[in-house]
């Protein structure tokens, strides 16, 4: 009986996992992504002439190559992943007109190797939704008060780039959200290099040439544990400057020289990392033990100090371009002079090469100014120098644009003409007497519509109670795009319905949850080709919500993993994967977790232990219910009245019903033995109600014992399969 059951419950085993093991789901596989290559070439010999045309027309991750040219341009807007190559940065050229260059609204594009000029606000735009952007080998031409690159996402790598700004004005690179890498880029010419604004965090700036600005790093308004390392910072009037409750930052390993003030710090942040500082030309303490290090610390302000200055320049690898280049001579002088800081070198600087426009180069050896031998014409012009080391090893580029205009009269040399002086009422024989300019942008004040040239008008800073006249000190704007977050008190001014600039307006957030006034608390996807919000009502960095903007409703989303689950339709199941790397939606596919497939084979060893179990129960019921009856035929009955309740029988009945019970679930085939057993429980169950009735006899209580043992008998044969 032992054996054949055992076998009845190893084929069920097989049978029920073989039945599981086929019903179980697979997890699709992801078809590559298609990826082609469209070629712009401005002269036709390509897939299109325009660039927009290539772009618009382009599939996600496919590459658009840019044939060298002067292609005009602007407004250049990227909504998908693309990577868009110029045959090099120095011919390949998007003329911008003026307006504004790339406009990056998606995750995941590259640029490279292109030359960007005449922008309008900005070369370079990417957007809150431009996450793991990257931007390398670009020339920007910024003009006068406008920016090189604005950067609202995150994780965006701007490397190998020259970012080159005029006449000290506007911003070569502004940094918000957190965690964007810059490195190894030349930024110069701008009233700030690089600037780190509004809560932003995390961000690297290695390995960077930062000169000739009025201020380098301008890290401001509560932003944080950003890192400036490895950096030449010279020839600014001023450094680095950190303010406005930023703290927790950290700067060292870099080389200051030659700027008017090193640096200006407030609040708690670091200059050394426990070992080495930075080198300052400024410091003035020894090295007695000559281990490179200052014996006393560099004092920055009250609260800030390097305490392991460095007491030489940390000498790059590389050759640094020469720095500070400027137009010496006046505006009517056709031969016109340069001069330039001294690129600095490892192994020595052998001299300098120039050039104007598209001319050959000169050799003009180690020295740093140089004027034409020849008449240059009327015009604006671009002043070229290099550097030289005696390895042969060269610097890059560094230019400076001037105008030549033989009828500019400026007799007292101070800059304006005679005939602007005249316009303006000052004297133009008096060198200190010409129109007063604050911003030096050539718009004296008296005409100037923002004397400051901080992007608010005169009139709206008077509207709004701010100095005209101090560029730090404007309205209350959190996304920066010049419109103030309230409204003017005087009503001339309507404030800005989207403070944070996250596309939707502030009434919108401040129903579903979220802060009006961050713009990283939502996130825009597109699901069939419309747009929805990510939204984080609970403000713990983690969406909660999806919103539909057209008919104002909400459904779910859950956090899993690094990914998003969103119940497209409120149905209560999950339609789409929003992916946190890339930014893509795709349509949801439940897997079975590989843990499953253990569940149905615990459940068959739980089993069998019951199995076994029952049945050792069973048996031991049956020894002892023998041993009684031996019992009872030696000893007479007794006189006393027998027992109402029999423990032999009521485990006969429980296991017989756990035995079917376990059947049921088992295998359908047991239909017949499950018959069987109901007839056997009404046999036992009637045996027990006439055992409830009193038995005076003997004979009555050993007949009834027959009939149990004979039931009892039935069930053995039944689970040995002989029923």
Not at 42 to 70: F, H, L, R
Request: with cysteine; hydrophobic share 30%.
């Amino acid at each position: 009986m032992n054996r054949k059951l055992g076998v009845q419950i190893i084929t069920l085993l097989v049978t029920f996992l073989f039945i599981f093991t086929t019903l179980s789901s697979t997890v699709q596989s992801t078809p590559p992504i298609p990826q082609e290559t469209l070629i712009v070439d401005i002269n036709g010999n390509g897939d299109y002439t325009s660039i927009q045309d290539a772009i618009d027309n382009a599939n996600p991750n496919d590459i658009i190559g840019i044939k060298e040219g002067v292609y005009r341009e602007n407004n250049l807007e990227v909504h998908k992943k693309l990577t868009i190559v110029g045959n090099n940065q120095a011919n390949t050229i998007i003329d911008c007109g003026g307006n504004n260059g790339f406009i990056l609204d998606s995750s995941n594009v590259d640029i490279r190797n292109l030359k960007l000029t005449n922008p309008g606000e900005y070369a370079i735009y990417v957007k809150p939704d431009g996450d793991w952007c990257n931007i390398s080998q670009v020339i920007i031409e910024a003009a006068q008060k406008n920016i090189g690159i604005r950067i609202r996402a995150s994780s965006v790598v701007v490397s190998n780039c020259d970012i080159v700004g005029i006449g000290l004005t506007g911003t070569g690179i502004e940094l918000q959200e957190q965690n964007n890498i810059i490195q190894d880029c030349n930024i110069y010419g701008f009233t700030v290099g690089v600037l780190v604004l509004i809560g932003s965090h995390h961000h690297e700036i290695n390995n960077c040439n930062i000169f000739n600005n009025e201020i380098a790093v301008d890290i401001r308004i509560e932003s944080h544990d950003n890192l400036v390392s490895n950096c030449n910072i010279y020839v600014n009037d001023l450094g680095i400057y950190i303010w406005q409750n930023s703290n927790n930052n950290l700067v060292y390993l870099n080389n200051f020289w030659k700027n008017d003030v090193d640096a200006n710090a407030q609040g708690n942040n670091t200059w050394d990392n426990r070992s080495q500082g930075n080198y300052w030309d400024k410091y003035n303490g020894v090295d007695k033990d000559g281990d490179g290090l200052g014996d006393t610390p560099y004092k920055i302000s009250e609260e800030n100090t390097d305490r392991y200055p460095l007491t030489s320049m940390i000498l790059p690898d590389e050759i640094t371009i020469p720095t500070d280049v400027r137009h010496v001579t006046t505006t009517w002088d056709n031969t016109p002079s340069f001069a330039w800081s001294p690129s600095v070198y490892s192994k020595g600087v052998e001299g300098y090469y120039v050039k104007i426009d598209n001319n050959s180069e000169t050799y003009v050896g180690d020295t740093t100014s140089w004027s034409s031998p020849n008449n240059i014409s009327d015009g604006v012009h671009t002043f070229y120098v290099r550097a030289i080391g005696t390895d042969d090893k060269t610097s890059g580029y560094v230019t400076v644009i001037f105008s030549i205009d033989t009828m500019f009269i400026d007799t007292d040399g101070d800059g304006w003409s005679d005939e602007e002086e005249q316009q303006y009422d000052t004297d133009p024989y008096d060198l200190d007497n010409y129109p007063l300019d604050i911003d030096n942008d050539r718009i004296p004040d008296s005409s100037d519509t923002d004397d400051d040239n901080d992007g608010y008008n005169d009139d709206m800073e008077i509207s709004y109670k701010t100095d005209t006249k101090n560029p730090n000190n404007y309205p209350t704007d959190t996304d920066g795009d010049k419109i103030p977050d309230e409204d003017a008190t005087s009503g001339s001014y309507t404030g800005d319905v989207d403070d944070d600039d996250d596309s939707l307006i502030d009434t919108i957030e401040t129903s579903l949850g979220s802060n009006p006034k961050n713009g990283s608390d939502t996130k825009k996807v597109y699901i069939t080709g419309k747009p929805y919000y990510l939204v984080d009502v609970t403000q713990d960095g983690v969406y909660d919500i999806l919103y539909e903007p057209v008919g104002e409703t909400t459904t779910a989303v859950e956090k899993h993993n690094e990914h998003y689950l969103i119940d497209q339709n409120g149905d209560s199941t999950w339609d789409y994967i929003y992916n946190t790397p890339d930014g893509s939606v795709s349509p949801y596919e439940e897997e079975i977790s590989p843990l499953i497939i253990w569940i149905p084979i615990t459940l068959m060893i739980l089993l069998i232990i019951l199995i076994i179990t029952l049945y050792f129960k069973r048996f031991k019921c049956w020894k002892y219910k023998e041993l009684k009856k031996r019992e009872e035929i030696i000893k007479p009955p007794s006189i006393r009245e027998p027992s109402r309740t029999h423990v032999s029988d009521k485990d006969t009945v429980e296991m017989i019903s756990q035995t079917k019970n376990l059947l049921q679930h088992i295998h359908q085939d047991v239909e017949v033995y499950m018959e069987q057993l109901r007839q056997l429980e009404n046999k036992i169950e009637y045996t027990t109600i006439e055992e409830e009735k009193e038995t005076t006899t003997s004979e009555e209580k050993t007949s009834k014992l027959k009939d149990i043992s004979n039931i009892e008998e039935e069930v053995d044969e039944l689970l040995s399969g002989q029923g």
